[in-house]
């Protein structure tokens, strides 16, 4: 009896740290995806000195890419600001149809991505994101 109070007390908290592995990891290729953006926005704006008009479909960008991950519905710019949005199925529970945002802070010659103002939660992103 006592073994089987002991294994309930230790799956009370190994299955929630499970769960919060696994959004992170989700979260995480939705970072990866969006990523592969950065350099065409940072190649654009070193080439016009501006954000404006880098768009998805304009300028060399995709149209709102349907990437093929496997929790990732779209990703898309919108004058340099970066926006991908997460399934709503086949994914955690707290990501499902959330976004993550990467604005872009130019400055000196070089571009620094910001994670603000995306609806997924803070803590299950990755670091980069959160600081």
Not at 7 to 34: D, K, V
Not at 77 to 101: H, Y
Request: glycine fraction near 12%; proline fraction near 5%.
């Amino acid at each position: 009896m006592i073994v089987v109070a002991i294994i309930g007390i230790l799956a009370s908290f190994a299955i929630p740290a499970y769960q919060t592995y696994i959004a992170r990891a989700q979260a995480s290729e939705m970072l990866s995806l969006m990523s592969g953006l950065k350099s065409e926005v940072l190649s654009l704006w070193l080439t016009t000195g501006s954000l404006d008009g880098a768009d998805s479909g304009t300028n060399g960008f995709p149209t709102g890419i349907s990437v093929s991950g496997t929790y990732t519905e779209s990703v898309n710019v919108t004058d340099g600001v970066i926006t991908g949005v997460f399934r709503d199925a086949g994914v955690a529970e707290p990501l499902r149809g959330t976004t993550v945002v990467l604005t872009p802070s130019t400055g000196e010659g070089s571009i620094r991505w910001l994670c603000a103002g995306g609806t997924a939660p803070i803590s299950l992103l990755p670091h980069s994101c959160r600081t």
